[in-house]
Nanobody
């Protein structure tokens, strides 16, 4: 069974940066599109960025120009570089397959943007 482990979140001031990592076990990682999702308190979980197995990326309008998704297939890891963070980016961030999030969700990594 594939397991997803997210890390790298924390407390950061507005305008700051973080890099999230998602390590996936199993051999399917290299052939599937992966996404980063986030869920703020009281809101539904939404995708913020996705990357295909070939490296094509897509972003939610709210993070375009600020977030960068990348992947290292050799390490079964997908990353999310987040720059110019805003308070509205505060959420728990998860990774999963994209677009349907078919794997068991991990614990996520919380990101808090606050001064």
């Amino acid at each position: 069974q594939v397991q997803l482990v997210e890390s790298g979140g924390g407390l950061v001031q507005p305008g700051g940066s973080l890099r999230l990592s998602c390590a996936a076990s199993g051999t399917i990682f290299n052939v599937v599109a992966m996404g980063w999702y986030r869920q703020a308190p009281g809101k539904q979980r939404d995708v913020v960025a996705a990357i295909t197995s070939g490296g094509t990326t897509t972003y939610a309008d709210s993070v375009k120009g600020r977030f960068t998704i990348s992947r290292d297939n050799a390490k079964n890891t997908v990353y999310l570089r987040m720059n110019s963070l805003k308070p509205e980016d505060t959420a728990v961030y998860y990774c999963n397959t994209w677009p349907n999030g078919v794997l068991a969700w991990g614990q996520g990594t919380p990101v808090t943007v606050s001064s």
